[in-house]
């Protein structure tokens, strides 16, 4: 079965960095889009980040030149950086494989002092 498994989350000061990662197993992955989410309390989740297959990234403005998305597909796995982070990343984060129904099962993000 397709199984998505994140890690990478935790707790930081505004201004820090972490890396999120997504690990995919029972998917041809290489061929599929990927996407970040995220999810603060009482709002609605959105798209953070996504990657083609072929490696093209596209980002929601509030992130741009912050958070950088990639893809490593020898070890199925996508990746987050996420620099300069802000309270308003504050979130849990979630990835998918696009156009599907298969999510990871959600890190916690959160950004304060």
């Known amino acids: 079965q397709v199984q998505l498994v994140e890690s990478g989350g935790g707790l930081v000061q505004p201004g820090g960095s972490l890396r999120l990662s997504c690990a995919a197993s029972?998917?041809?992955?290489?061929?599929?889009?990927m996407g970040w989410y995220r999810q603060a309390p009482g709002k609605q989740r959105e798209l953070v980040a996504s990657?083609?297959?072929?490696?093209?990234?596209n980002y929601t403005d509030s992130v741009k030149g912050r958070f950088t998305i990639s893809r490593d597909n020898a070890k199925n796995t996508i990746y987050l950086q996420m620099n300069s982070l802000k309270p308003e990343d504050t979130a849990g984060y979630y990835c998918?494989?696009?156009?599907?129904?298969?999510w990871g099962q959600g890190n916690q993000v959160t950004v304060s002092s």
């Open positions: 998918q494989v696009r156009g599907t129904s298969f």
């Open positions: 029972g998917i041809m992955f290489r061929i599929y889009a």
């Open positions: 990657i083609t297959s072929g490696g093209i990234p």
